[in-house]
């Protein structure tokens, strides 16, 4: 994905599908008058960040992938020896063990 200087988002080089070379230039002149007064202000901003943005950053920080984990299923996916434990699902969703809420 590709962020141009305008504002467009997107994978393709170009222009947004269906925008006019009008719309896209007050784009560009808006984003270049943003950027300017910016430049030009020397004030500080002070954010601050919630104790719950700061815990599923932590969280997200924490999540590891195995990834000889996930060769090994998607290699028993792929061969069909992959078998699921109907029963053992069952229970865990029973016991809640897993439950990331």
Same mark, same amino acid.
């Given at each position: 994905m590709r962020v141009k200087s305008d504002g467009y988002i997107g994978g393709a080089p170009g222009a947004a599908a269906g925008a006019s070379a009008k719309?896209?230039?007050?784009q560009a002149r808006s984003a270049q008058e943003a950027g300017?007064?910016?430049s030009e202000s020397n004030e500080s /901003? @002070?954010?601050t960040v919630s104790a719950r943005a700061r815990e599923l950053a932590a969280t997200q920080a924490a999540d590891?992938?195995?990834e000889a984990k996930v /060769? @090994?299923?998607r290699t028993a996916?792929?061969?069909g020896t992959f078998k699921v434990d109907?029963?053992?699902i069952a229970q865990k969703i029973v016991d809640g063990d897993?439950?990331?809420t």
């Open positions: 719309a896209r230039e007050a300017g007064a910016q /901003v @002070k954010v590891h992938v195995d /060769v @090994k299923l996916i792929d061969d109907a029963h053992k897993g439950d990331r």
